[in-house]
């Protein structure tokens, strides 16, 4: 199944220095992990903002939810969550791999 995420970060701003440097290391070890197994499968920055827009590709959403939860971030993550379904006049036929999606081909 693939989902859409739209992730706001709000970090304390009385988060000590260290401790922010941690979780956001953290946090990029975590995200490069899930991407290269395949259930994160874009990730793209919102200009001028501290977020992100996502897909993911799990099988369902208590997955979905579980590797959210997994983020080192995630307390301090605004997210809102949309299940995505194939559109009849999309160019990418639904049986294709979600890691083709975006892609030219």
């Known amino acids: ?10 970090l304390p701003t009385d988060l000590e220095p260290e401790k ?6 953290a946090e990029r070890e975590r995200a490069l992990e899930l991407q290269r197994s395949g259930s994160w499968v ?3 920055r919102i200009a001028g903002e501290r977020g992100n827009i996502s897909i ?4 369902s959403a208590d997955e979905l939810n579980d590797l959210l ?5 995630f307390p301090y993550m605004s997210i809102v969550v949309t299940a995505l379904a194939q559109h009849p006049s999309a ?3 639904s049986t294709a791999p979600a890691s083709t999606l975006g892609q030219n081909q």
């Not at 939860?69 to 971030?73: F, G, Q």
């Open 42 to 44: 874009h990730l793209w």
């Open 20 to 25: 922010q440097k941690q979780l956001v290391t």
């Open 69 to 73: 939860w997994s983020l080192p971030l």
């Open 1 to 10: 199944m693939l989902f859409h995420a739209k992730i706001e970060v709000n």
């Open 91 to 93: 160019l990418t036929p």
């Open 56 to 59: 993911f590709d799990v099988a």
